[in-house]
């Protein structure tokens, strides 16, 4: 039920674009994405509901393919404070909710 | 403004021992979940509720039970604590709109 993410992790200097996948083996209704600075607790980031919907806020955005049950999100002009682990959360018409394992991001500078 | 409120935030226990974690939330929400957070496994679903008066389990339930007895409360607890419990765990809620989720700060247990 898990969605898997990739990559794992990843390494960028500030100001370098950065891609991070999320993929399902269940139909999805819903894709989230959420950012969790280590000791914290995840703060949510964005949801896409519909097939091929695609939003963004500054310069972070993600789309969502229904159909390949898939969903991207995108760092662009990474900076300091995008580092964190990335993760994103799939939904069903049930209830449940399932989480990726994550995507563990560091910006340099 | 609060959020989601979750005590303890730190707790060590001996293998056997029972405990409750409280989580609480002042946002009116119908939905709420507990989670454990492991290295490299992400944040596992033990338990939720749709309601006041309603559970559900989630993919990791063994071991543990919740109980939501009011809207704003959602309980979880351990009855005879073993080592694999030891884990940060997370309190989330969410209305019925399928917004994003609100997290607590997360309790920080270790079984020994």
């Known amino acids: 039920q898990q969605p898997v993410q990739s990559p794992q992790a990843v390494i960028l200097r500030e100001g370098e674009d950065a891609v991070i996948n999320c993929s399902s083996s269940?139909?999805?209704?819903?894709v989230h994405w959420y950012r969790q600075k280590h000791g914290e607790a995840p703060v949510f980031l964005m949801i896409?509901?519909?097939?091929?919907e695609q939003k963004g806020h500054d310069k972070i955005s993600a789309s969502f393919n229904e159909k390949k049950q898939q969903s991207s999100l995108y760092l662009t002009a990474s900076q300091l404070s995008y580092s964190g682990t990335y993760f994103c959360g799939t939904g069903n018409t049930g209830n449940q909710f399932y989480f990726g394992t994550g995507t563990s991001l560091t910006v340099i500078p | 403004n609060a959020g989601v409120t979750q005590t303890p935030k730190f707790r060590v226990l001996k293998t056997g021992q029972s405990m409750t974690l409280l989580c609480a939330q002042d946002?009116?929400?119908?939905?709420m979940y507990w989670y454990r957070q492991d290295p490299g496994m992400g944040l596992r679903l033990i338990h939720y509720s749709v309601g006041e008066g309603t559970t559900a389990k989630g993919e990791v339930p063994d071991g543990y039970n919740v109980s939501r007895l009011k809207k704003q409360n959602f309980l979880l607890g351990l009855e005879s604590a073993a080592p694999s419990q030891t884990s940060v765990y997370f309190c989330?809620?969410?209305?019925?709109?399928?917004?994003?989720?609100?997290f607590g700060s997360g309790t920080r247990l270790t079984v020994v």
């Open positions: 269940k139909a999805l209704y819903s």
């Open positions: 946002m009116n929400h119908e939905y």
């Open positions: 989330a809620s969410r209305d019925l709109r399928d917004r994003g989720y609100t």
């Open positions: 896409l509901l519909k097939g091929g």
